[in-house]
């Protein structure tokens, strides 16, 4: 396979520095000073244990008293636990201020995938930019918190390096140089070997995101039922057993590639190690240094070493981290379909009274070869009351998401009162609509903000209102905590649930309380029977009587109080007016019609002949 490489937007300095603006950003502060003080006190740990042995075994040379053996061992361990001490208390808590920015990137990834345009949450290679950017925070190790333990790590060494360099400046440049010599070839050894996880970051990314879902699947309640009555556990299974497979494979690989690289930095670390023996060997024997100096300069020989490898280490690992902060970033750079806060703000409209025009208005997916709608030409008046019908597949839920602005058409015009829907702010816009769509969601919230779909500021005497209008008042004061109790058994384990019909009641109740200028029903009955819809539709047409409304059902009969009727076919209006004028035409709508009407009828009379 050959291995797709893309240079990131962002190199590991501007990284580096927009992770320290992050610091600075979210008063953490804290965190940068930190990184300092936890490098000052490991290099003057390091430092204590070089020359501690170094010390008392010069102290044994020159034979001197066992108190000041004593207290030359007493002062090097009360170092040594002052620097232990210090650090332990900075790791400790250095960890808070470092996952404080962590989680507000995170939270911004949330935010972003959350506001954006409605059209990115349905493609597959944004979804894609979003799990990646997830996941380059979703934990403690992840680029974006452990790089302040790099930075660290890297001040550590050039330190230690600077300080070393100068202990070892007087011995023979050839261990210098071997330590050089050795070391170099090791990083970059290292890190080639060690970017084999990186090269193959997609295959990995796949295969985890299909173990998740088939480890996932079985807990999900809606699919469930599924599961057990097609005998779907085996597929699950194979799904999880396969993509287990090829991690198992990669991870393999990699365990074997990192074991290589092992192996040539141990070949390398015995030969430099042999130089250094070498050549101090050779001093203590020409009388050139005393025991003392030579277990000074081969222990800073090979802590020489340990900072050259730690720097190079330490800019591999920045690195490493940098790509990850930069997936982050580039995901936050994604750029908007839609206009926002750079968008016109919604004119007022004398009475709340807005009138929407589809103007020549076709509208393709992305990548389908075939437009869903054509040349749509539609105008929604102030409190016109719009039934959209059609067979599945007619583009009935696509021209409802072009109203909304959810999408934008691939030809054509939306107008609001005379202006394109594409210079508005597009949160402004949404809050003119208030849509109950076939598949709806209740938040894990109580009743009141399920209602006022908001955690804050709920108007809970406006809430009962809404509840009462909607004929739910009953429901919502037998529950344990009224309208105080919680929803969503998937979250909370005292959680009430309701019944479909219920449930559609609570969603009458929120688009009461919302109380916007447009009202759109995409069959949101779907689930119940003829008599519940045309009962429930009822309801939304009484207490909706001074709002635009577009009412989507599959079952005619319940739109007849509809001001007018459109019928789409192919993705084309064919026909429009009153039922009446409909039925009248015999033409698609009406045959449509009379077929519904005689299933009905036929249940009606099976159910008769069975009683």
């Known amino acids: 396979m050959t291995e797709k490489r893309t240079k990131p937007k962002y190199n590991m300095w501007q990284n580096s520095a927009w992770m320290i603006g992050q610091a600075w950003k979210l008063k953490e502060k804290k965190v940068l000073l930190l990184c300092l003080l936890g490098a000052v006190f490991s290099v003057g740990g390091s430092l204590v244990n070089l020359f501690i042995a170094p010390a008392i075994l010069s102290a044994i040379e020159q034979k001197a008293p066992v108190s000041e053996l004593i207290a030359t061992t007493l002062v090097f361990t009360v170092l040594l636990m002052l620097f232990s001490a210090a650090q332990k208390y900075i790791s400790a808590n250095t960890l808070f201020g470092r996952a404080t920015i962590r989680t507000n990137l995170l939270l911004t ?62 011995l023979h440049p050839v261990i210098f140089i071997s330590v050089l010599l050795t070391s170099v070839p090791a990083f970059f050894l290292s890190k080639h070997l060690n970017g084999y996880e990186y090269r193959h970051k997609e295959e990995i990314q796949n295969a985890e995101k299909k173990l998740n879902y088939a480890g996932n699947v079985p807990s999900i309640r809606e699919v469930a039922k599924d599961i057990r009555l097609f005998g779907l556990l085996p597929w699950v299974n194979q799904v999880y057993a396969d993509a287990y497979k090829v991690l198992f494979a990669l991870r393999k690989k990699a365990r074997s590639v990192y074991f290589l690289g092992t192996l040539c930095n141990l070949v390398l670390t015995v030969l430099r190690n042999g130089i250094a023996y070498f050549v101090l060997i050779r001093a203590i024997a020409a009388g050139e240094l005393s025991a003392a100096e030579f277990l000074l300069f081969f222990s800073a020989t090979e802590g020489f070493a340990a900072w050259v490898n730690g720097i190079l280490d330490g800019f591999a690992t920045l690195h490493k981290q940098s790509l990850d902060i930069s997936i982050f970033r580039e995901f936050l750079d994604e750029p908007e379909i839609f206009r926002f806060e750079d968008g016109e703000p919604i004119p007022e409209s004398s009475g709340g009274n807005y009138e929407l025009v589809l103007e020549n208005v076709s509208f393709r997916y992305p990548n389908a070869e075939d437009f869903t709608l054509k040349n749509i030409n ?18 009935k839920t696509t021209l409802i998401k072009l109203m909304c ?68 008042t009953e429901k919502v004061r037998a529950l344990p905590k009224g309208i105080d109790t919680l929803l969503e058994r998937r979250v909370y384990d005292d959680a009430a649930e309701f019944s479909g019909g219920e449930t559609q009641k609570l969603m009458l109740a929120r688009a009461l309380y919302k109380n916007s200028p447009f009202i759109i029903l995409d069959e949101p009955t779907a689930a119940l029977d003829p008599i519940a819809e045309a009962d429930m539709y009822s309801k939304y047409n009484q207490m909706t009587a001074s709002r635009s409304s577009v009412y989507i059902s599959h079952r ?56």
């Open 556 to 611: 005619l009969a319940s739109t007849r109080f509809c001001d007018r009727v459109i019928f789409l076919e192919n993705g084309v209006i064919t026909e429009e007016g009153t039922h009446e004028k409909l039925i009248s035409r015999g033409e698609g709508y009406a045959r449509l019609f009379e077929v519904q009407s005689r299933y009905y009828r036929e249940e009606e009379n099976i159910c008769e002949e069975s009683k």
């Open 109 to 170: 990834v949330s935010i972003k995938k959350g506001t954006t345009s409605y059209p990115n949450t349905e493609d597959s290679a944004y979804r894609d930019k979003w799990f990646k950017a997830a996941l380059s925070c979703s934990d403690n190790s992840s680029g974006t918190e452990a790089i302040w333990e790099t930075f660290t790590n890297i001040i550590v060494n050039i330190a230690g390096f600077a300080i070393y360099i100068a202990l070892i400046a007087r």
């Open 405 to 472: 602005g959810l999408y934008d058409p691939t030809e054509g015009r939306v107008l609001l009162n005379g202006t394109d829907v594409r210079n508005f702010n597009r949160n402004d816009y949404y809050k003119l609509f208030t849509a109950v769509f076939q598949q709806f969601n209740l938040i894990a919230a109580t009743v009141a903000q399920n209602i006022a779909q908001s955690i804050e500021d709920v108007d809970i005497p406006l809430a009962w209102e809404c509840l009462e209008k909607a004929g739910l």
């Open 378 to 395: 539609l105008t929604l008046r102030p409190g016109e009351k719009l039934a959209v019908v059609g067979l599945n597949g007619a583009g």
